[in-house]
């Protein structure tokens, strides 16, 4: 089944304790993404990444870094998490033409 | 700044009722909009606009694009409770891959 996975899908944490949150798809994508989503603001794009070692910043990439060392594979790290990172993360990818899948999400409070 | 708006950002009408959601966008290098629709959990695809004027349908649902005056409205026939959902609009930047998403529909059908 063609999917998007993300681990964890919840998370409680405190301020300062780095976290990896991990996404993998098995579609062969090229195009992966990282959003958040928070009420009133809607998704946002944190980081996106064209393919293998090729990434650039979103609209909100401030206290996140990514890596993609592999096409299947794009985790979202927050080294020093703080409270304003408390959100909805998701993951998604997609190919040049065809629509973007989304990941199950995760949801993050930092205390 | 690329800009996604959508309007109303809130709807409330009863079952059978026909809906009209608008999705307004400024962005530079457009390439196409995409249209979702997310419950309680990831946003899952509706349709991919890319040509002006040519209507996409999927059984009571329906949109279409208009890149002159750069705005897409997504219809809905026959509402149903389970068309309660928010709708997200979202335009892909052409060359950078980037998604930027609207705020969000908030529709409610009450039957």
């Known amino acids: 089944e063609a999917q998007v996975t993300q681990n964890p899908r919840y998370l409680i944490t405190v301020t300062g304790k780095k976290l990896t949150v991990t996404c993998s798809q098995n579609?062969?994508?090229?195009?992966m993404s990282w959003y958040r989503q928070d009420p009133g603001l809607g998704l946002r794009q944190i980081y996106y990444s064209m393919n293998v070692e090729v990434t650039d910043k979103g609209d909100v990439p401030e206290g996140y870094k990514v890596s993609r060392k592999e096409k299947r594979n794009f985790p979202l790290i927050l080294e020093s998490p703080s409270p304003n990172q408390t959100s909805l993360y998701f993951c998604a990818s997609r190919d040049s033409y065809n629509e973007q899948f989304f990941g199950p999400g995760t949801r993050l409070t930092v205390l | 700044e690329d800009k996604v708006v959508q309007s109303p950002l809130s709807l409330v009408v009863h079952e059978g009722d026909t809906v009209t959601l608008n999705c307004s966008y400024e962005?530079?290098?457009?390439?196409?909009l995409l249209w979702y629709k997310q419950e309680k959990k990831a946003p899952t695809f509706l349709f991919m606009l890319?040509?002006?004027?040519i209507e996409k349908k999927s059984g009571r649902l329906s949109s279409i694009l208009d890149k002159k005056e750069l705005f897409s409205i997504l219809n809905i026939t026959a509402t149903q409770t389970g068309d309660s959902a928010v709708y997200l609009c979202?335009?892909?930047?052409?060359?950078?891959?980037?998604?930027?998403f609207g705020q969000g529909t908030r529709l409610t059908i009450n039957p």
């Open positions: 979202a335009t892909i930047i052409q060359g950078a891959q980037k998604l930027v």
């Open positions: 579609m062969n994508h090229e195009y």
């Open positions: 890319t040509s002006s004027g």
């Open positions: 962005v530079t290098n457009f390439r196409s």
